[in-house]
T-cell receptor, first 114, second 112 residues
Framework: NAGVTQTPKFQVLKTGQSMTLQCAQD?????MYWYRQDPGMGLRLIYY???????DKGEVPNGYNVSRLNKREFSLRLESAAPSQTSVYFC?????????????FGQGTRLTVV | AQSVAQPEDQVNVAEGNPLTVKCTYS??????LFWYVQYPNRGLQFLLK??????LVKGSYGFEAEFNKSQTSFHLKKPSALVSDSALYFC??????????FGDGTTLTVKP
């Protein structure tokens, strides 16, 4: 019953360092998403992948890249971390692009950039 | 553009009392509305959704939500609050290509 698994759970980076956040889902979902959560700002979509082999920008894509490695895995990369990227990052998946399907979320990665 | 507003940052209720967490929306076309709950240091969990049909939707943990098209609202309700209901609640609207827009969240505190 793993659902959506994110690694790592916590990370501290220095400004300019790079890292990749990993996400995997075992529900055979087609669509996957990366969000960031900042206090008082809800969740903002960074990138999403409607299906294997496709990725598209969301609301706040600058400073990030993604890879949909296969149907299960969707990674988020910070090439040169900035303090403004300090946030909690959530990966999510859903059955597809249908409007009536809910999303399933991972437990989050708390990232601090110093 | 699709948008969701949660007008209250914080809602406080006493255990056993009814609770309401408010949400209003703006969409073009038919609304697909969702409520999620987030417990501390956890991801969001789905509570319930409105797609079509009955305006009163029932979901997990005894929660329900009332869809009101004329007031463009989708308020979350529970007849009798529990201390364990204390959490952060998000309203969301689903739109094109499966993307969702989330409200800023409402912190619910239920006091014993």
């Amino acid at each position: 019953n793993a659902g959506v698994t994110q690694t790592p759970k916590f990370q501290v980076l220095k400004t300019g360092q790079s890292m990749t956040l990993q996400c995997a889902q075992d529900m055979n979902h087609n669509s996957m998403y990366w969000y960031r959560q900042d206090p008082g700002m809800g969740l903002r979509l960074i990138y999403y992948s409607a299906s294997e082999g496709t990725t598209d920008k969301g609301e706040v894509p600058n400073g990030y890249n993604v890879s949909r490695l296969n149907k299960r895995e969707f990674s988020l990369r910070l090439e040169s971390a900035a303090p403004s990227q300090t946030s909690v990052y959530f990966c999510a998946s859903s059955e597809g692009q249908l409007m009536n399907t809910e999303a399933f979320f991972g437990q989050g990665t708390r990232l601090t950039v110093v | 553009a699709q948008s969701v507003a949660q007008p209250e940052d914080q809602v406080n209720v006493a255990e056993g009392n009814p609770l309401t967490v408010k949400c209003t929306y703006s969409v073009s076309g038919n609304p697909y509305l969702f409520w999620y709950v987030q417990y501390p240091n956890r991801g969001l969990q789905f509570l319930l959704k409105y797609i079509t049909g009955d305006n009163l939707v029932k979901g997990s943990y005894g929660f329900e939500a009332e869809f009101n098209k004329s007031q463009t609202s989708f308020h979350l309700k529970k007849p009798s609050a529990l201390v364990s209901d204390s959490a952060l609640y998000f309203c969301a609207v689903r739109h094109n290509a499966g993307k969702s827009t989330f409200g800023d969240g409402t912190t619910l505190t239920v006091k014993p």
